[in-house]
């Protein structure tokens, strides 16, 4: 009897003590949640909600024409970031547990973009697209006898190089990830393989890779989620353009809430956002758990 | 020659095993190996290095001059932009919201994570995935309503907001919640024969022990609450409070010369990168080791 009104007492501690932190996920996790869609679902002026409209919100996003461009880019960057920013951290760490001497230095150096502020990154990367000749890209190919390049005010180009500064500033942290992936690998798989008479391409293919395949698919959906939400990248850069080229459903939203005011419009597209995220994750997971099975 | 080939003989990492190293082309593939990494490291670094060289040109010689090198190294042209923009305010501001972070991050997810690793309270396990969950949540698709009720509840213009977001992070508590578990069941059991209280415990024992963790998540949000930008720029944006990344991100919006934003740039560069140089062991093996976990 003593025992068990101890034990209550004990769980009741438990949850005091969880209580300041849980109010914080209330705050800024579960309760715009549903405030976002409470919101969609009314008209507001500003911080005021008025009457209940049903979906005329997501029908209004829906059709405007800034819709269409910001979900096909979005759909464009994470193509891209796949195709470009996916395989080079498994090529990074791959490569770099190859290297005996200065290995430290090697972590370290790829790391480093990492650690430079997004905003900072954005504009950096702004100066080496500069068209005409004082880009330093341009500076660059210069010396090379190449001639000036357009960058980013070509509109086939602008999504490609944003997700490559993007891929700049993230491989590296992505890169020790699969590093510590790679040197859990047993020693005994390689010296079993190599009794065999498997070479180093063999070794590659074999071992090192399927070892890191289950971390990888796990990157693969973080990914699909952070490079969906991407924001400030375009807006610094080219602010969108040109001519909506690079515009993101992020962007659009921000742009609905705060340059128009339009918290509705903007909650029904960040509500229409996270259904597609989660549709996303949910197919991801049947996929590859049935794969496993 | 030889010695460079020698240190491959103990080769604990990767597909070159040290029984390889005695063929030649394995040889070969290993100096190859290790110019392509010199060159990838030089790729990741080489805009960082510009940034420096390049903030010591005038905007003259930068908007005119096709070099990568400026032609003198003048400090004096730093400082004015230092101070034209009144740098010290904005990072006065940053340094008070990277503070009130590690503080909310250490102890807010601290007490989490104390909570979940060893009270286990009753429906501790619901608490944890609604936690994890947060992780697939995307974030910035929140930002509507969160900063609305910011402005509901009065708190915009002020830090509280910014400070309090770190004290929900799914990725720390996760950290601590595996070094907590880590911790010898006995110490515990030791200070409960002892009379210490629940609270008492969590002081006394769990955090002089957590030395090593809570570093790890103090460096974490330093260098996380100093790049901050999205909600700092909406809640701080026009007041006295502005962080040098919401200068940054207005810079978009007011046409600036290109100088200025680059030395700015570089101002914004510094701080992580002390902080990097004196923790680069702390940040890399907790960036692959949580990652992982979480």
């Known amino acids: 009897m003593v025992k068990k009104k101890s034990f209550k007492r004990q769980d009741l501690w438990g949850w005091l003590i969880m209580l300041p932190s849980l ?40 059709a405007s024409p800034d819709f269409i461009a910001a979900f096909r880019n979005t759909f464009s960057y994470t193509l891209w970031s796949l195709v470009i920013g996916y395989l080079v951290p498994i090529f990074l760490g ?10 430290g230095f090697f972590r370290t150096g790829i790391y480093f973009p990492n650690i430079v502020p997004g905003i900072a990154t954005i504009w950096i990367w702004n100066y080496f697209f500069t068209p005409g000749a004082t880009g330093v890209l341009n500076i660059i190919l210069g010396k ?6 357009e960058w980013l005010n070509n509109t086939h180009w602008t999504i490609p190089l944003i997700v490559v500064t993007m891929t700049w500033k993230s491989a590296g942290s992505t890169a020790l990830i699969y590093m510590a992936n790679i040197s859990a690998i047993s020693p005994d798989l390689y010296e079993a393989a190599t009794i065999d008479g498997a070479g180093i391409w063999k070794r590659i293919f074999h071992i090192t890779i399927p070892s890191v395949f289950s971390l ?5 959906i973080l990914q699909v989620i952070s490079v969906f939400q991407i924001l400030y990248e375009p807006m610094v850069l080219k602010n969108g353009g040109p001519n909506n080229a690079s515009i993101s459903l992020m962007m659009l939203q921000y742009r609905y ?5 339009d918290f509705s419009g903007g909650a029904a597209l960040s509500v229409m956002i996270c259904i597609i995220l989660i549709i996303l994750s949910g197919l991801y997971m049947k996929l590859t758990r049935s794969k496993e099975d | 020659m030889n010695g460079f080939f020698t240190k491959y003989k103990n080769k604990k990492d990767g597909v070159i095993r040290g029984y390889d190293i ?14 392509i990494c010199l060159a990838i490291v030089l790729f990741s670094v080489f805009p960082i290095i510009w940034v420096f060289l390049a903030s010591f040109k005038d905007i003259k010689e930068f908007n005119r001059n096709v070099t990568i090198l400026p032609d003198v190294y003048d400090f004096s042209r730093l400082k004015a932009t230092w101070n034209a923009f009144s740098f010290p305010k904005f990072y006065r501001n940053s340094l008070i919201m990277v503070l009130g972070c590690i503080l909310t991050s250490v102890f807010f997810n601290g007490l989490l994570a104390y909570a979940l690793a060893i009270l286990k309270p009753k429906g501790h396990n619901v608490v944890f995935l609604l936690v994890m969950w947060s992780l697939l949540i995307p974030s910035s698709t929140n930002i509507i309503a969160l900063f609305r009720n910011i402005n509901i509840l009065n708190l915009n213009g002020t830090f509280f907001p910014l400070w309090l977001a770190y004290g929900a992070n799914a990725f720390y508590i996760v950290l601590f919640k595996e070094f907590f578990e880590g911790i010898p069941k006995e110490l515990l059991e030791a200070g409960k024969l002892d009379g ?9 024992i769990i955090l002089p022990l ?27 944006k026009g007041t006295n409070y502005e962080t040098v990344m919401v200068k940054l991100f207005s810079f978009k919006d007011t046409p600036t010369d290109a100088v200025s934003v680059l030395r700015a740039c570089l101002f914004a560069i510094i701080p992580p990168t002390i902080i990097f140089a004196l923790f680069q062991r702390q940040i890399t093996d907790g960036a692959a080791a949580g990652a992982v976990k979480g």
Do not use: Q
């Open chain 1, 144 to 149: 090379l006898g190449v001639a000036p390049l």
């Open chain 1, 216 to 220: 990888a698919k796990t990157l693969l």
């Open chain 2, 196 to 204: 210490a209280g629940v609270m008492k415990i969590f002081t006394a």
């Open chain 1, 23 to 62: 109010i914080l996920f209330g705050f800024y996790v579960w309760e715009p949640l549903f405030e976002n869609v409470r919101l969609s679902l009314h008209n507001s002026i500003r911080y005021e909600v008025l009457d209940f409209v049903g979906f005329d919100n997501y029908r209004r996003v829906l």
């Open chain 2, 22 to 35: 005695s063929s030649t082309s394995v040889k070969i593939a290993c100096i190859i190996i290790m110019l």
């Open chain 1, 257 to 261: 809430a705060f340059r128009d005011f």
């Open chain 1, 94 to 103: 791959i490569i770099i547990s190859e290297t005996v001497h200065m290995k």
């Open chain 2, 210 to 236: 957590s030395k090593p963790i809570i570093m790890v998540v103090a460096i974490f949000a330093v260098t996380a609450a100093w790049s901050d930008f999205l909600l700092p720029y909406l809640v701080l």
